[in-house]
C-alpha cells in the first residue's frame, strides 16, 4: 500500500533540529520576561473577518493565501497567517488595556499561508511574535527594537542587517499616495495585472510585489519619508537616537513598505544574507490604528514576528547539542531477573528527576554497552542475574573506563549521590 506522506509546505521538525527549537524557545521566555512581557497564547483559528479588516483586502495575504473554509455551522473561519490580529482580538475580548496602561505580551507558534513553497518558505511556519499595547513614543519603538536585537545575540547572531524606514501617518500617507499614483499612472502598461488593480485601491503594495518589472518601476519611485509630517519625522528622528545610544547599527530602508496593511510609522526589518532569497527572518512595525479598526479604543501598538525556521537555520546544531545533556546512567541488564530489577531501578530514579536509560530487549552486553557510549551516558551500570544473586552490580564510569562493585541495597542512594 502507498504511504501517505506530510501535505506539501508542511514540515516535520525532528530530534534533534527539535532540541535548537527548544533552545530558542526558552531563550525568548528569558529574554521577553526580563523586558517585562507576558506569554499569551491563542487560537490557531479565527474568523475570517478579522484578517480581512486588520492585514487589508488587497495584500497578497488576504488576497491569495490563506486557508480559508467553511465549517459546519457554515461559518467563515481561517487559520491564522499571522499574529497580531489574534493577539489584538485577545486583548480586546478580554478588555487587557482596562487594566493596565502598557500591556507587553508574546506568542509562539505556527502560522498559515499557502505560498508556494521553497527554502525558507512554508505553508506552516513558526513565529515568535511580540507586540506591545499603550505608548506610542518613540522610545517604546527603540526599546522593542533593542529586546528583539538583544535576543539574536542571545543565540550567537551577530552579523545581521537592520533595516528601519517610517510610513509616516493618515496626515502625511495621502500626499504620498497621491504622488505614488500618478508616478504609476504613466507606467500602467508595465506593471503586473495585480499591480495595475491594485494601483487605486492600495498603491503601497507595488512596493512589495514580487514581479521583476514591477520592482524595477518601484526603484524609481518617490519615496515616502519625503513626505512624512513633521510629527512623524521627529518620531523617526528620535527612534534613530535612541537605537544610537546602544551602538545597534541600522540602515535605512526608504522602500520597506512590509506586506500588510494596518502598519503605520516605524517599521523594521532584520535580514541575513546567510539565508539566500527569502533572506528576512524578522519583520515588524508600529500600528497605531489597528486597535480602533478592530472595534477598541484609540490605543497605539507595535510589534514584531521572528520567523521560527529561518532564525533555526541560522543557528550552529552544535549550540543546542551543549545544551542538551546525556543520561546520568545507562542500565545494562542481562536476564529476565536483572531486566526487573533494572526497570523498577530505571523509573524510580526518572521519578526523582534522574536521567536514566535501559534496553528492554535485553540485547548483548556489547551491544548495549555500545548504546550506552552512543547516548554519551556518564555511567553505565552492569547487571546480570549472576550480580544480583550476589546482590551487587557494577558501576562502570564512562570517561575513565573505571569499574566498581557496588552493593544492590544502597543503589539507589549510590546513583542520587553521583547524579549531584
Ligand atoms: P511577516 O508576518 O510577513 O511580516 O513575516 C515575518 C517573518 O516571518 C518573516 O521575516 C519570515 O522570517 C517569517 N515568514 C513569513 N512567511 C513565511 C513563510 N511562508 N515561511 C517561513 N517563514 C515565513
Not at 179 to 193: N, T
Not at 200 to 220: G, H, M, Q, W, Y
Not at 250 to 274: C, H, I, P, Q, W
Amino acid at each position: 500500500m502507498e504511504s501517505i506522506t506530510a501535505v506539501k509546505g508542511f514540515k516535520d521538525v525532528l530530534p534533534p533540529e527539535t532540541d535548537k527549537w527548544r533552545q530558542i524557545e526558552m531563550t525568548a521566555h528569558e529574554v521577553f520576561s526580563t523586558f517585562g512581557f507576558k506569554e499569551i497564547r491563542i487560537p490557531l483559528i479565527e474568523k475570517t473577518e478579522l484578517f480581512c479588516r486588520s492585514i487589508g483586502e488587497t495584500t497578497d495575504i488576504v488576497e491569495k493565501e490563506m486557508y480559508t473554509f467553511i465549517d459546519r455551522g457554515e461559518e467563515s473561519l481561517t487559520l491564522r497567517p499571522e499574529a497580531t490580529a489574534s493577539v489584538i482580538r485577545a486583548y480586546l475580548e478580554h478588555a487587557l488595556h482596562a487594566a493596565e496602561a502598557v500591556t507587553k505580551l508574546y506568542t509562539i507558534g505556527p502560522m498559515f499561508r499557502r505560498e508556494r513553497p521553497q527554502k525558507g518558505r512554508y505553508r506552516q511556519f513558526h513565529q515568535i511574535d511580540a507586540e506591545i499595547l499603550g505608548p506610542d513614543d518613540p522610545r517604546t519603538d527603540a526599546e522593542l527594537i533593542l529586546m528583539l536585537i538583544h535576543f539574536l545575540g542571545k543565540l550567537g547572531l551577530r552579523n545581521l542587517n537592520l533595516e528601519i524606514n517610517s510610513l509616516g501617518c493618515a496626515q502625511c500617507r495621502p500626499a504620498f499616495r497621491e504622488a505614488i499614483i500618478s508616478f504609476l499612472r504613466g507606467r500602467e502598461e508595465d506593471l503586473c495585472g495585480d499591480c495595475r488593480r491594485r494601483l487605486s485601491a492600495n498603491p503601497l503594495r507595488v512596493f512589495d510585489c514580487k514581479v521583476e518589472t514591477c520592482a524595477e518601476i518601484v526603484a524609481l519611485a518617490p519615496l515616502l519619508p519625503d513626505f512624512l509630517c513633521g510629527e512623524c519625522r521627529g518620531h523617526f528622528e528620535k527612534v534613530q537616537a535612541c537605537l544610537s545610544l546602544f551602538d545597534r547599527p541600522f540602515r535605512l530602508n526608504a522602500k520597506m513598505v512590509r506586506g500588510l496593511d494596518y502598519y503605520t510609522r516605524t517599521t523594521f526589518e532584520v535580514t541575513s544574507e546567510f539565508l539566500g532569497a527569502q533572506n528576512a527572518v524578522v519583520g515588524g512595525g508600529r500600528y497605531d490604528h489597528l486597535v480602533r479598526d478592530l472595534g477598541g479604543p484609540d490605543i497605539a501598538g507595535i510589534g514584531f514576528a521572528i520567523g521560527f525556521e529561518r532564525l533555526a537555520a541560522m543557528i550552529p546544531q552544535g549550540v543546542a547539542d551543549a545544551a542538551v545533556q546525556g543520561p546520568v546512567l545507562f542500565i545494562a541488564a542481562l536476564g529476565e531477573r536483572a531486566l526487573e530489577t533494572a526497570f523498577l531501578l530505571c523509573n524510580r530514579l526518572r521519578m526523582k528527576s534522574i536521567r536514566v536509560e535501559m534496553d528492554h530487549t535485553g540485547r548483548s552486553l556489547k551491544s548495549q554497552m555500545k548504546r550506552a557510549d552512543k547516548l554519551k551516558s556518564r555511567y553505565t551500570l552492569i547487571l546480570g542475574d549472576r550480580e544480583i544473586s550476589g546482590n551487587k552490580a557494577v558501576l562502570r564510569t564512562m570517561q575513565t573506563s573505571t569499574q566498581e562493585e557496588i552493593g544492590l541495597d544502597c543503589l539507589e542512594e549510590t546513583i542520587i549521590e553521583l547524579a549531584r
